[in-house]
C-alpha cells in the first residue's frame, strides 16, 4: 500500500480536500500509476457540483493526467513499470462489439453503460481516514497514485513531458478529434467553434489542419481571441456585443450558414444556436461540451429536416489506446501545440485555487 497526497471530494458542493490517502496496490490486470501531471476539465467542475451522472462520494476526480507506471498486476502484458503513460477516461477493451466496430470509439466500459466509480471487481483501491473512497472514470489523476485495468492505460513516447502531454487526456483529442474524425472538416470549408476553452482552441487546431478557410470563434469572454486567433481563428465573435441571435449573425457572414459548427461551451442554448448556425441543407454541428445530467433541450424540428445534421463526440472519436500514443508522437514532431492549452501550473496543494482559475475564465 502508497500513502500519498490526493484531492478528496468529499460531498457535493465542497471545496476539495487535499488529504493523505493510502493506494492498494494493483489486482490481475491491473496497473498502479505515479501521476506526474493534470489537468482540469469542466468536467471534473460538473462532478464538485453534483451535474455529473452516478458518480459516488467521496471521490477522487481528475480525468486529464500523464505519469509512469509503478507497478502492474498478473497478466498484465500492455504496459510495464517505468513506462510513461496516459490514464484514459475512455478505455478500450478491446474485445466488445464496439472495440470490433471500426466506426465507432465508444467502449461497453465507458462510464456511460458502466459507471466506472469501482474497480471492475466492484471494490475501490483508495482509502482515506478509514473509508472508502471512490474512483472517477477509473482515472482519479488528483492524486499521486491511482489504480487502472490496464485497458485503460496508453503507453506514450518516453521522450514526451509529461507536463504537457496531459492534456492528451481529454482536452486535446476531443476538439482536435471532433473536427477531424467527427465532423471530418473538409478543405476550403467555414466552421464556428463555440467556447474557446482547451476543447474549442483544439477544435480549431482540427478545423485548421483540416484545411478549414473560415474559423469563426465564438465566445461571451473577449480575453480568449488573441489565442483562438493565434491558432487558427480568422473571425471573433462575442454574442454579448450582438444586437440579433449569433447564429443569424453567422447565417449572415456565410450566406447560408457554416459548414461546420462546434458546441464547447456546454450550454443548452449554445447548443441549438450552433445548430442553426450551420449550412440549412449540409451542414454538420457536433456537440461536444457537457450540459448537467438530463438536462432537457428544446429545438425545431425543422432545423433537422432540411438536411442539417446533429451529431456528439466521446474523446474526438479516437480509439484510445491506438490512438492517443500516436497523437503523444505528433506533438514530438511538432504537428500541433499542445504548450499552448496551458495557462498555469500548480502544486497539488492548490487544486482549489486552479478551479477559481477556471471557474474565471482564466
Request: hydrophobic share 40%.
Amino acid at each position: 500500500v502508497i500513502r500519498c497526497r490526493a484531492a478528496v471530494a468529499w460531498a457535493v458542493g465542497k471545496p476539495l480536500s487535499v488529504e493523505e490517502v493510502e493506494v492498494a496496490p494493483p489486482k490481475a490486470r491491473e496497473v498502479r500509476i505515479k501521476i506526474v501531471a493534470s489537468g482540469i476539465c469542466c468536467t471534473d467542475d460538473d462532478v464538485l457540483g453534483g451535474l455529473f451522472p452516478n458518480i459516488e462520494f467521496p471521490v477522487i476526480p481528475g480525468h486529464e493526467g500523464a505519469g509512469i507506471v509503478e507497478s502492474i498486476g498478473e497478466g498484465v502484458t500492455l504496459v510495464k513499470p517505468g513506462d510513461k503513460v496516459i490514464p484514459l477516461c475512455v478505455p478500450q477493451c478491446g474485445e466488445c462489439s464496439f472495440c470490433l466496430n471500426p466506426d465507432t470509439n465508444y467502449c461497453i466500459k465507458t462510464h456511460a453503460s458502466e459507471p466506472q466509480n469501482l474497480m471492475p471487481d466492484k471494490t475501490s483501491r483508495f482509502t482515506c481516514k478509514g473509508k472508502r473512497v471512490h474512483h472517477f472514470l477509473w482515472t482519479s489523476t488528483f492524486s499521486e497514485y491511482t489504480v487502472m485495468p490496464e485497458y485503460a492505460v496508453a503507453r506514450i513516447d518516453a521522450a514526451a513531458p509529461l507536463d504537457r502531454v496531459c492534456v492528451l487526456g481529454c482536452a486535446f483529442p476531443t476538439g482536435y478529434g471532433a473536427a477531424i474524425n467527427t465532423a471530418k472538416v473538409k478543405s476550403g470549408s467555414s466552421c464556428a467553434v463555440f467556447g474557446l476553452g482547451g476543447v474549442g482552441l483544439s477544435v480549431i487546431m482540427g478545423c485548421k489542419a483540416a484545411g478549414a478557410s473560415r474559423i469563426i470563434a465564438i465566445d461571451i469572454n473577449k480575453d480568449k481571441f488573441a489565442k483562438a486567433k493565434e491558432l487558427g481563428a480568422t473571425d471573433c465573435i462575442n454574442p454579448k456585443d450582438l444586437t440579433k441571435p449569433v447564429q443569424e449573425v453567422l447565417t449572415e457572414m456565410t450566406g447560408y450558414g457554416v459548414d461546420y459548427s462546434f458546441e464547447a461551451a456546454g450550454n443548452k442554448d449554445t447548443m441549438v444556436a450552433a445548430l442553426a448556425a450551420c449550412n440549412v441543407s449540409t451542414g454538420v454541428c457536433v456537440v461536444i461540451g457537457e450540459v448537467p445530467a438530463e438536462t432537457p433541450v428544446s429545438f425545431d424540428p425543422l432545423l433537422l429536416l432540411t438536411g442539417r445534421t446533429w451529431t456528439g463526440t466521446m474523446l474526438g472519436g479516437w480509439k484510445t489506446r491506438d490512438s492517443i500514443p500516436k497523437l503523444a508522437t505528433g506533438y514530438l514532431e511538432k504537428k500541433f501545440n499542445l504548450d499552448s492549452l496551458i495557462t498555469h501550473t500548480l502544486p497539488i496543494a492548490e487544486v482549489n485555487k486552479g478551479f477559481e482559475l477556471l471557474r474565471g475564465g482564466k
